[in-house]
């Protein structure tokens, strides 16, 4: 019975081993983009909302060595509100058109805000991934840090967001390859123990 389980065990290593090789992933992003605008960010009883941010641009930087540069199209930020940011509700925090192709950047989670000083309101970061509507880049975790330096309409926010580093797909074969590896050493120890 024990070597059924085992020889179970070694063909879902082997099944997933050759899924992971043969399969042609679809590329990460990779790269920080840097956006700003207006709009009315505040934060209140540990709550941040950026709302009615009005569309424009002073920066922008999209770097990916091994892909070329996404080319900066029409940008769209979303208003948003941390209270309303939840794994089962993803929030579209901006949003990047590029002929057909549209580059999200979607938020599950939120982290604690910061102190607003001086000039500045204070800043929050937003956690998940990119989404490219058009499927040329697989969905990538990332983080965008919001800060602004005010309150009302016409105050500056900067969303600057940062790809996280997701494994090549060398790398996930090689884990697949020693997992198998693993797995032999395991029978043999295990036959010599019988």
């Keep these: 019975m024990k070597n059924c ?35 009315a960010y505040t934060q209140s009883g540990g709550v941040a909302t950026l709302a009615t941010p009005n569309d424009g641009i002073n920066n922008y930087n999209f770097a990916s060595p091994t892909l070329g540069n996404f080319a900066p199209g029409t940008i ?48 929050v970061d937003l956690y998940d991934y990119f989404y490219d509507s058009s499927a040329l880049f697989a969905n990538t975790l990332g983080e965008v840090d919001v800060s602004s330096n005010g309150s009302t309409s016409l105050a500056g926010f900067h969303e600057d967001a ?20 693993v797995s032999g050493l395991f029978f043999r120890r295990h036959r010599r123990t019988v």
């Design 5 to 39: 389980r085992n020889l179970a065990l070694l063909g879902a290593v082997l099944v997933a081993s050759a899924s992971v090789a043969s399969a042609t992933p679809l590329p990460p992003f990779t790269g920080e983009i840097v956006l700003s605008g207006c709009g």
């Design 76 to 123: 769209t930020y979303d208003s948003f509100s941390t209270a309303s940011i939840a794994p089962a509700t993803p929030v579209t925090i901006f949003s990047i058109l590029d002929g057909s192709d549209t580059l999200y950047f979607m938020a599950t989670s939120s982290g604690t805000l910061g102190a607003s000083s001086g000039s500045s309101n204070g800043s």
């Design 162 to 181: 940062f790809v996280a580093t997701t494994p090549e797909p060398s790398s996930l074969i090689l884990l697949g390859t020693g997992m198998f590896g």
